[in-house]
């Protein structure tokens, strides 16, 4: 079964879609979910990567959250490796370092803005569902190694999700 993915509004409360998204899948009751984030490098709960669990069950679910803009996404799914990102494509474009982003196979396919955040986005992707966040240059990946795909996103921004 593929993650289900959706797009709220910015100012939506990520956690209590999560809590009600992870019911939904193990069909329980939202009140037996717990969401929260940690921090794999300093063990901190105020940031990190976000977990969810029900009580009492031992089903793994992936979680992942991306905000941008007026966009939150939250992504869940029974992939263990689960990751979105949503990116502003002139946000990506104005800040874009290649050399920052792009493995050296993947030269020239940053040929235009669209192409620049639909990298970040995948790796950003890629990175978030392997649990390094940015903790790990993105340019020492190469986005076609991992399964991470394209999805539908608003107007001018990019979305992707990595699922295994």
Do not use: F, N
Not at 18 to 30: C, F, K, T
Not at 48 to 59: L, M, S
Not at 132 to 143: E, N, Q, Y
């Amino acid at each position: 079964m593929d993650p289900e993915v959706q797009i709220h509004p910015v100012a939506a409360d990520a956690e209590a879609i999560l809590r009600e998204q992870v019911a939904a899948l193990l069909g329980v009751a939202p009140a037996t979910v717990q969401v929260g984030r940690l921090c794999p490098r300093c063990g901190s709960s105020a940031h990190g990567r976000p977990w969810a669990r029900a009580a009492g069950r031992r089903e793994q679910v992936g979680v992942s959250i991306s905000r941008s803009g007026p966009h939150l996404v939250t992504a869940v799914g029974r992939p263990a490796h689960l990751g979105v990102d949503i990116e502003e494509i002139a946000a990506v474009a104005a800040g874009w370092d290649s050399t920052l982003v792009l493995h050296p196979s993947e030269h020239g396919q940053d040929r235009d803005p669209a192409a620049q955040a639909a990298l970040w986005c995948r790796k950003e992707a890629i990175l978030k569902a392997d649990g390094r966040g940015l903790a790990v240059p993105m340019a020492s990946l190469r986005a076609a190694d991992h399964p991470v795909r394209d999805l539908p996103a608003p107007e001018g921004y990019r979305l992707a999700l990595a699922a295994w």
